[in-house]
């Protein structure tokens, strides 16, 4: 079954410092897609970073990078030099080459940045 | 405008009436999906589109529920007798092609069911 798990409900880092959003996931599927959204509370998903199953290097994009471990089925989220902009919902979705590209999501973890 | 966008962004309906969700896609953008979030919880799928046909409707979780797009572009998510169990986010999103671009989300619009 294809399955998305994020384990953390929440976390929390002081501003300044790193902070690392976990995910594993799971499917037989050889192609496919992994994204990290973030929803303040305003509720609108933001897309942060994409990581494709074939990709040989970790996708970064600004404070953000993708630790990716495929043989575990580890995608984790890190966030470098935190901000308080940075407190809201982190969820890891994956996409399948099939089924029309839905996203499957976790269930989510809330970070709170601290001063 | 540069995103995309769902009107009401809040729709509080007593149990049995009909309510209607709109989204705007961005502009050119082939692919439109709908997803439902509960509270607490990561979104789920619900419907897609590809231009104006719906391909894939496999997460509707009743036939309360009925999405369209007949020229390709706004989209209307209704449902019917609403029940308490639908009160969610309703989230929309578009992307690109009809290849697997990231999804770009609107804000959602917030529905509760008394």
């Known amino acids: 079954a294809q399955k998305i798990t994020q384990t953390q409900p929440g976390m929390f880092v002081q501003e300044k410092e790193a902070v690392t959003l976990d995910c594993t996931y799971d499917?037989?599927?050889?192609?496919?897609?992994l994204f990290w959204y973030k929803q303040p509370s305003s509720g609108e998903m933001i897309f942060l970073i994409y990581q494709g199953s074939y990709d040989q290097q970790n996708a970064t994009e600004g404070r953000y990078s993708l630790n990716f471990q495929k043989a575990r089925k580890s995608a984790n989220l890190v966030i470098s030099a935190s901000q308080l902009g940075d407190s809201a919902m982190y969820f890891c979705a994956m996409r399948l080459s099939g089924g029309y590209n839905k996203l499957i999501f976790g269930a989510g973890t809330r970070l709170a940045v601290h001063p | 405008g540069a995103g995309v966008s769902q009107s009401p962004r809040y729709k509080v309906a007593k149990r049995g009436q009909d309510v209607a969700l709109r989204c705007d896609p961005i502009?050119?953008?082939?692919?439109l999906f709908w997803y439902q979030q509960a509270l607490g919880q990561g979104p789920e799928f619900l419907t897609y589109?590809?231009?104006?046909?719906?391909?894939?409707k496999s997460g509707l979780p009743s036939d309360r529920f009925f999405a369209e797009r007949p020229e390709g572009s706004v989209s209307t998510l209704k449902i019917q007798r609403t029940q308490q169990e639908d009160s969610a986010v309703y989230l929309c999103?578009?992307?690109?092609?009809?290849?697997?671009?990231?999804?770009?989300f609107g804000p959602g619009t917030r529905l509760l069911v008394l």
């Open positions: 999103a578009s992307s690109g092609g009809g290849g697997g671009e990231t999804q770009y």
């Open positions: 589109f590809q231009n104006e046909a719906q391909l894939d």
């Open positions: 499917t037989s599927d050889p192609s496919y897609g």
């Open positions: 502009s050119g953008h082939v692919s």
